[in-house]
């Protein structure tokens, strides 16, 4: 299955990065979109924004092209970047849903959230400044870039209630975000992003069959890589197939031991060797509140024992 981990060219039009999320190769993947102007598609966190400007630099891209930087949602990881880069690209606006908007310029309540999940691996968002021009969009909004090239817009909720994907016309390419999992390459896995406190399972699966009803030609994951061609629906399939295997079987720990432990067990033990992106000693942590997002999603009144 030819998983596309390195930074490439995916099409004559848009290229994917690596702008190292946490530090750390093959985290966090974006896109840079050109037609007579240009689309940053994704902003990792905040030291992301350097990253996105050596590759802006390396393609001698006109800084004064970039017009739109685009978040997927709220999230430090995939929005943190647009403050840094807003300043250096003075012609672009920052897009996004107006609550990662929001976020944006004011994220104390976020950090202090992302803190106590992920303590050291917690990286701030730095406020955007009020100067900076913002677009909110929503479901079915869509942009130009010339030369034939258009973004389009989907609403994707789900691991948040403000996620976006972003769909480019002419050649089917779709960045998804958060809105359909993270790619293990190794063992052609995809694992749930249910981060807590946002997540719900429901919308989030809804928002799967919704993007496959797309029938993208290359599909982009934020946690990393890409895919194309014939093995789209394989990804698919696997997606769905994860994600009701990890309601199977926190169903199944709650029904048995109905604690926060046997749940956390539960996940780790049977699907914490799929998990393949972010720095290996965040591994662990991060599969434990993935498990306890889901779990809140799908257990009533569970919020005490789960935390």
């Known amino acids: 299955m030819p ?20 530090d750390f190769q093959h985290t ?11 689309a940053i598609i994704e ?14 630099q390396l393609r001698t891209i006109p800084l004064d092209t970039v017009r739109f930087i685009c978040v997927t949602h709220r999230h430090g ?33 976020l950090n202090r959230g992302a803190q106590e999940l992920f303590g050291k691996f917690a990286q701030p968002i730095h406020p955007l400044p009020d100067s900076v021009a ?7 909004d869509q942009f130009e870039l010339g030369d034939d090239v258009s973004v389009e817009i989907i609403g994707t909720p ?30 052609f896995t995809v694992t749930p992003t249910s981060f807590p406190p946002s997540f719900k399972f429901d919308a989030y699966k809804a928002s799967i069959e919704k993007l496959q009803g797309y029938d993208p030609a290359v599909l982009v994951f934020s946690h990393f890589g890409a895919v194309t061609g014939s093995d789209i629906p394989v990804i698919f399939h696997r997606a ?22 046997a749940v956390m067990d539960a996940i780790r033990d049977r699907f914490l060797q799929e998990l393949e992106v972010f720095p290996p000693e965040a591994r662990s942590l991060f599969i434990e509140v993935m498990a306890k997002g889901l779990a809140k999603s799908l257990i009533p009144n569970s919020d005490e024992l789960i935390g």
């Open 77 to 109: 990881d995939h929005c943190g970047g647009a403050t840094p880069l807003a300043s250096a690209l003075i012609e672009a606006q920052v897009v996004g849903h107006k609550y990662a908007i929001a976020t944006l310029y004011e994220p104390s309540r």
């Open 3 to 22: 998983f596309i981990m390195c930074p490439q060219s995916l099409t004559d039009h848009i290229d994917l990065i690596d702008v190292q999320g946490w």
């Open 240 to 261: 769905l197939a994860t994600l009701d295997s990890w309601k199977e079987t926190i169903e199944q720990a709650w029904h048995t031991e109905p604690t926060k432990v």
């Open 158 to 187: 789900g691991h948040t209630s403000d996620h976006l994907a972003y769909l480019e016309d002419s050649s089917r390419t779709l960045y998804m975000g958060d809105a359909m999992g993270l790619l293990g390459p190794k063992n």
């Open 134 to 140: 913002t677009w909110e969009v929503d479901n079915g």
């Open 43 to 56: 902003t990792g966190h905040h030291r992301c924004g350097e990253q996105i400007l050596a590759a802006l």
């Open 28 to 38: 966090t993947a974006s896109l840079i979109i050109r037609g007579k102007e240009t």
